[in-house]
């Protein structure tokens, strides 16, 4: 997971972000930080000037996600029921904003079918490995962060770069090209995690 070994450097700012929030719940910063991903999934949709919307609503996303596991770090109130609000709400939210890309003008159903799919085995062979006892997984190169990095920076490219080029049937677009990098690198790294899994047990 490429963007995951920044963590340590942006640690700081995470810390500064967090401290207007430290009075709410951990899983209240997790629900609005649910919200935000569904509003961006819609407004990615509707799409023209709504992309806009979409990138504003996923950025304050992804930086509400990071908040809520410092929060209740910071506040001594970890709990395996919050970790499972976490993650079970970080699901539902890559399904909003995935969905809202596939179903706007510029995805692909088929495409997309993929993209999610090799979305929910990477995350689910990271959580499995620590269902088995062993210690979470967040190796490969396409974990949740990166994903976060990728669906930004591609929603600002969608949104200045409207071409598309048409192959065999298939429309490419910029979200086209970012669902197919899902599809590929998804897979590629729930397999891996899978087998490192399966070789430490």
Excluded: C
């Excluded at 963590?7 to 649910?34: C, E, H, W, Y």
């Excluded at 770069?161 to 910029?174: A, M």
Aim: zero cysteines.
């Amino acid at each position: 997971m490429v963007a995951d070994r920044l963590r340590g450097r942006s640690q700081r700012f995470i810390d500064a972000a967090s401290k207007p929030f430290m009075a709410l719940s951990p899983n209240t910063i997790s629900a609005v930080s649910f919200i935000l991903a569904v509003i961006s999934g819609y407004a990615f949709f509707r799409s023209g000037y709504f992309i806009i919307v979409s990138f504003f609503a996923l950025l304050f996303s992804a930086l509400f996600d990071a908040v809520d596991g410092n929060v209740a770090r910071r506040r001594n109130l970890q709990s395996k029921k919050g970790d499972l609000v976490d993650h079970v709400l970080d699901r539902f939210s890559d399904i909003a904003v995935i969905a809202g890309m596939v179903f706007s003008p510029y995805g692909s159903i088929y495409i997309g079918f993929f993209a999610l799919e090799g979305i929910m085995m990477t995350s689910y062979m990271g959580t499995q490995s620590q269902a088995l006892g062993l210690s979470r997984n967040y190796s490969g190169i396409l974990g949740r962060s990166d994903r976060l990095i990728l669906m930004l920076v591609f929603i600002l490219l969608q949104f200045f770069v409207r071409s598309t080029y048409n192959l065999d049937g298939i429309t490419f677009t910029v979200t086209v090209i970012l669902l197919i990098w899902f599809a590929v690198a998804g897979n590629v790294t729930g397999v891996t995690r899978f087998m490192q899994s399966y070789r430490s047990l």
